[in-house]
């Protein structure tokens, strides 16, 4: 059964940076796209950021953008999400997911296999 693992969340301060793994087992790894993706209790879970099976193209969500960096280590069959100039809007479970196809989505529906989670709690 394919296993993604998520660790790195905590409790940290405004502009303070984490950096999220996520690790995977039992699966292709290289053959799959990865996102990020986050809920915040009470609301809809929603799309973070995503990359391809090689690295070379990632795609954010503009709340993001320019502030997080998803990358992947196809040897360690580990993603990650460094996440810089965190901001409290940021607060939410962030969950891990695998695509089953090479190229990125920012749909849920379109990712097989999920993490159970990681929480992230920004104070201001």
């Known amino acids: 059964q394919v296993e993604l693992v998520e660790s790195g969340g905590g409790l940290v301060q405004a502009g303070d940076s984490l950096r999220l793994s996520c690790t995977t087992s039992?699966?292709?790894?290289?053959?799959?796209?990865m996102g990020w993706f986050r809920q915040d209790p009470g609301k809809e879970r929603e799309f973070v950021a995503s990359?391809?099976?090689?690295?070379?193209?990632?795609d954010y969500a503009n709340s993001v953008k320019g502030r997080f960096t998803i990358s992947r280590d196809n040897a360690k069959d580990t993603v990650y999400l460094q996440m810089n100039s965190l901001k409290p809007e940021d607060t939410a479970i962030y969950y891990c997911?695998?695509?089953?196809?090479?190229?990125?989505?920012?749909?849920?529906?379109?990712?097989?296999?999920w993490g159970q989670g990681t929480q992230v709690a920004v104070s201001s």
């Open positions: 997911a695998a695509r089953g196809t090479r190229d990125t989505s920012r749909s849920q529906q379109a990712y097989t296999n």
């Open positions: 039992r699966l292709t790894f290289g053959a799959y796209a």
């Open positions: 990359i391809n099976w090689s690295g070379d193209t990632t």
